[in-house]
């Protein structure tokens, strides 16, 4: 399995970019997927998943500023971010998780916990950086 990200860059607060994750290799009936973040020294965090049922969730601070989609393919992971703040600099990670039950049977937020992707696959990330 491998997946790609894309889309990272350098903004001005206020600005938007578009984030892709291209994945192959795998074809999941029940999964997660998700886009997270990374700061030196801190954890992992997630910032938006959707699941095989097509609950999407997102972290409290980038609702109603970041939509997350898939492509039909559903091997293609979208994440726009609009109304950017300096807050929002990290790498940015896409990732993928297999499940074994059906995603709707889960809890609410579990496909936004980057430690329930251990047994997934993970991209190399794509840095975003925003400026004051």
């Known amino acids: 399995v491998r997946l790609v990200e894309s889309g990272g860059g350098s903004v001005r607060s206020g600005g938007s970019l578009r984030l892709s994750c291209v994945g192959s290799?795998?074809?999941?009936?029940?999964?997660?997927m998700g886009w997270f973040r990374q700061v030196p020294g801190k954890e992992r965090e997630g910032v938006a998943s959707?699941?095989?049922?097509?609950?999407?969730r997102y972290k409290y601070s980038v609702k109603g500023r970041f939509t997350v989609s898939q492509g039909n393919a559903k091997n293609t992971l979208y994440l726009q971010m609009n109304s950017l703040t300096p807050d929002d600099t990290a790498m940015y990670y896409c990732?993928?998780?297999?499940?074994?039950?059906?995603?709707?049977?889960?809890?609410?937020?579990?496909?936004?916990?980057?430690?329930?992707?251990?047994?997934?696959?993970w991209g190399k990330g794509t840095l975003v950086t925003v400026s004051s």
């Open positions: 959707i699941d095989s049922d097509g609950r999407i």
């Open positions: 990732a993928a998780v297999p499940l074994g039950v059906a995603s709707a049977t889960l809890s609410d937020l579990y496909c936004l916990r980057a430690a329930n992707y251990d047994e997934g696959d």
């Open positions: 290799g795998y074809t999941y009936s029940s999964y997660c």
